[in-house]
T-cell receptor, first 117, second 115 residues
C-alpha cells in the first residue's frame, strides 16, 4: 500500500530555534499534502495544504511566517517551525494522496512529536 | 459547513464482542468519501475502511464493516470479534467535495477493549 514517511518521529529543541519536519510519499506522487497539528486527546487540526510548485494554503489562525511549508517536489513537503516556543510543542502529522478527488484515501505519516524547552 | 459528528467520546467492549462506533455527517454534496482511521497511542493514523457516496453496498475489510445509511447520513464502523489490540482512538473522516477535498475529522472515539 501507499506509504508516507515522516521524519523525525520526535524532536526536542530549545526555545528560539527552528525545526524542520519532512514528509515524503515513498511510492506515489502527491501533488497535495496536508499538515495537521494534534493536541492530546483531541482530533487533528488542519494547519495548511501544501501544493507542489506553489504556495501553501493556510487555515485561518495559522501563522504562515511561523509555520513555513515548502513542497518542492511531488514526493516531498517540509514544515519548518520557526523560532519555536513551548506553546508550539505538539504532535504534527502530515498526509498525502495520490489523487485529489473525494474517493482518494489519504495516507498519513507516523507523526512528529515536538517538544520545545 | 461540512461536518462530521462522533457522539461517543469513549467506548468499552469486551474481547471477542462486536462494537459499533457512531458517525454522522452533514453535506449537501452528492459526491463524498467517508473513511475510518485508527490511531493507537503511538500516534500513527491507520486507514481502516472507505465508503463512497455512490457505493451501493456497505464496505467491509476483514473484521471492519461500515454500516452506511445514506438517508440518515450515517456511516457507523462495526468491529467484530474485538481484540485487545483494537484499543485506540478511532476517527471518522469525510472527504467532502464541498470542503475542497480536504479531510474533515470527527472528534474521535476512544475505544478500550477489556478482557
Amino acid at each position: 500500500g501507499a506509504v508516507v514517511s515522516q521524519h523525525p518521529s520526535w524532536v526536542i529543541c530549545k526555545s528560539g530555534t527552528s525545526v524542520k519536519i519532512e514528509c515524503r510519499s515513498l511510492d506515489f506522487q502527491a501533488t497535495t499534502m496536508f499538515w495537521y497539528r494534534q493536541f492530546p486527546k483531541q482530533s487533528l487540526m488542519l494547519m495548511a495544504t501544501s501544493n507542489e510548485g506553489s504556495k501553501a494554503t493556510y487555515e485561518q489562525g495559522v501563522e504562515k511566517d511561523k509555520f513555513l511549508i515548502n513542497h518542492a517536489s511531488l514526493t516531498l513537503s517540509t514544515l519548518t517551525v520557526t523560532s519555536a516556543h513551548p506553546e508550539d510543542s505538539s504532535f504534527y502529522i502530515c498526509s498525502a494522496s495520490g489523487g485529489s478527488s473525494y474517493n482518494s484515501p489519504l495516507h498519513f505519516g507516523n507523526g512528529t512529536r515536538l517538544t520545545v524547552t | 459547513a461540512q461536518k462530521i459528528t462522533q457522539t461517543q467520546p469513549g467506548m468499552f467492549v469486551q474481547e471477542k464482542e462486536a462494537v459499533t462506533l457512531d458517525c454522522t455527517y452533514d453535506t449537501s454534496d452528492p459526491s463524498y468519501g467517508l473513511f475510518w482511521y485508527k490511531q493507537p497511542s503511538s500516534g500513527e493514523m491507520i486507514f481502516l475502511i472507505y465508503q463512497g457516496s455512490y457505493d451501493q453496498q456497505n464496505a467491509t475489510e476483514g473484521r471492519y464493516s461500515l454500516n452506511f445509511q445514506k438517508a440518515r447520513k450515517s456511516a457507523n464502523l462495526v468491529i467484530s470479534a474485538s481484540q485487545l489490540g483494537d484499543s485506540a482512538m478511532y476517527f471518522c473522516v469525510g472527504r467532502l467535495t464541498g470542503g475542497g477535498n480536504k479531510l474533515t475529522f470527527g472528534t474521535g472515539t476512544q475505544l478500550k477493549v477489556e478482557l
